[in-house]
C-alpha cells in the first residue's frame, strides 16, 4: 500500500468533512491462471496485489451521504433511503450497488462521507471495480457495525457489479481483494468459494505487467455473451456449469452447437486441468511448467475463446521470443487490458525498454509496465 495515497486521502477527507474518519484499503488483483472459469464454477488462480484503493468514511451528521472520488475530482450526494441506478454513473454506480444490495439484506446503512482515491492502473484488468465496491462494503460494515462477515461481504460486492454495473461476473475479483495474503496466491474454488493459499517462490524471477492502454468498446458486451454461451450449453450437457463438463460429453453434442461455441468451452475444460496442474508445478517448485501453461493459457484465450485482441498478441508473442520470460499471457476480461509475463530479474529492465519501444511502433502508442508483489487483501488501516 502507497502510504503517499493514504496520507493524501486522508487529508482530502479532513478538509472536506472535518472528522476523523476509518482508513481502508482495499487492493487490486491479478489472475495468475483461470480465466473466464469463475462464473462456470470452476477453478482460477488469483492473488490480491500491492495496488489498490484507500477509502476514508464517517457517518454524516446530514440527511445525505457524500462522495469524493479524488483522482477524478468529483464529488456525488445522494439519499442513502433512495438508492437508485444511475445512467452512464460510472465509479457512482459501483458505490450506490454496495449500499443498495445491503438494503436489500436489511442492513440499514446510515448516511456517510467518504473519500477515495487508487493507484490500479485504468482498464489493465487488475480489478479496481471490485476493489472499490470491497472498500465501500468493508468500511460501511466497520462504520454501522453490520456484523457481516468478509464471504457475505463479497456477494454483496458482486451483487452490486451485476445490478448496478451490468456485468455479470463471477466471484474471483472479489474474492482475490478481500481473502489475499502477502506473498501467495489463491487455488480458488468458485463453486465452493474456497481457497487454498499458496506460497510462491519465483527465485530469480519476478512477475511484469504491460498494460496495452486500450479497451475495446465489445469488452463488457462480449463477456456477457460467452457467459450465455456457457450457459446454453451447460443446459445441453445437463450439468450445473462447465466446471462439471468433460471432453467426451461436450464432443457428444458437437453436432447440436456452433464449432465457435465448442471451442469456447473445450477452452473452459482446458483451463480448469490448466489450473489444477499450475498447483501442482508450484508444489515442485517447477516454474518452467508454470511458464508452459500460461503460455497455453493465451493461445486458447485467444483462439478458443476469443476475448484476446491484436495488442495482445502482439505483447505475447514478442514475450515468447525472449528466452529470458519462462511465460505470458493476458489477463483479465480481455479486449485489453494487461499481459502477465514471469520473466527473470536481471532482464525486467532490458525487456521493458524493447517492449515500449516496439509497441510504440506498432501501435503508435504506449504501452505501460508495472511490477507487483502479492498482497495480503482488504483490511482495516487505521482510525485517523
Known amino acids: ?21 476509518v482508513i481502508v484499503f482495499s487492493p487490486g488483483r491479478i489472475n495468475l491462471i483461470g480465466e473466464h472459469t469463475d462464473y462456470n464454477d470452476g477453478f482460477a488462480f488469483p492473488a490480491a496485489i500491492n495496488k489498490g484503493i484507500v477509502l476514508a468514511i464517517d457517518k454524516s451528521e446530514t440527511k445525505t451521504s457524500n462522495i469524493f472520488a479524488l483522482n477524478k475530482e468529483e464529488f456525488y450526494e445522494f439519499f442513502p433511503k433512495k438508492v437508485r441506478f444511475l445512467k ?28 477515495f482515491a487508487g493507484n490500479i492502473p485504468d482498464g489493465a484488468g487488475m480489478s479496481s471495480s471490485a476493489a472499490l465496491e470491497n472498500s465501500f462494503v468493508f468500511g460501511l460494515n466497520e462504520l454501522f457495525d453490520l456484523g457481516l462477515s468478509k464471504t457475505e461481504m463479497i456477494l454483496v460486492s458482486q451483487k452490486a457489479e451485476h445490478n448496478f454495473a451490468g456485468v ?30 499458496f506460497q510462491i517462490d519465483f527465485a530469480g524471477y519476478k512477475l511484469m505487467l504491460i498494460n496495452t492502454n486500450v479497451k475495446h468498446d465489445l469488452s463488457q458486451s462480449a463477456y456477457n455473451d ?32 456452433s464449432e465457435e461455441d465448442y471451442q469456447k468451452v473445450l477452452y473452459v475444460i482446458h483451463e480448469n486441468d490448466r489450473v489444477q496442474q499450475f498447483s501442482e508445478a508450484i508444489r515442485r517448485n517447477d516454474l518452467i511448467t508454470l511458464g508452459r501453461l500460461l503460455f497455453e493459457s493465451h493461445e486458447g484465450l485467444s483462439n478458443q475463446y476469443q476475448v484476446s485482441c491484436q495488442e495482445l498478441d502482439f505483447l ?11 511465460g505470458a499471457r493476458m489477463m483479465g476480461g480481455g479486449f485489453g487490458g494487461c499481459t502477465i509475463n514471469l520473466i527473470t530479474k536481471k532482464a525486467f529492465k532490458t525487456f521493458k525498454k524493447v517492449v515500449t519501444e516496439k509497441y510504440k511502433k506498432e501501435f503508435k502508442k504506449d504501452c505501460s509496465v508495472y511490477s507487483v508483489k502479492l498482497s495480503q487483501g482488504t483490511r482495516l488501516e487505521a482510525k485517523d
Open 316 to 326: 505475447v508473442d514478442l514475450a515468447k521470443e525472449n528466452p529470458n520470460i519462462l
Open 168 to 197: 455479470q461476473c463471477g466471484i474471483m475479483d472479489q474474492y482475490a481483494s478481500m481473502f489475499g495474503i502477502k506473498d501467495s496466491a489463491l487455488l480458488l474454488d468458485c463453486r465452493t468459494v474456497e481457497s487454498k493459499p
Open 226 to 257: 460467452r457467459r450465455a454461451v456457457c450457459e446454453k450449453v451447460s443446459e445441453l450437457l445437463n450439468i450445473v456449469a462447465l466446471r462439471d463438463a468433460t471432453e467426451s460429453a461436450l464432443a457428444a453434442i458437437k453436432m447440436t452447437i
Open 1 to 21: 500500500m502507497s502510504k503517499k495515497l493514504v496520507k493524501e486521502v486522508k487529508l482530502s477527507f479532513r478538509n472536506h468533512f472535518k472528522t476523523k474518519p
Open 88 to 115: 452512464n454513473g460510472g465509479w457512482r454506480n459501483y458505490v450506490l450497488g454496495v449500499a443498495g444490495e445491503l438494503k436489500k439484506i436489511n442492513k440499514e446503512v446510515g448516511p456517510f462521507n467518504a473519500v
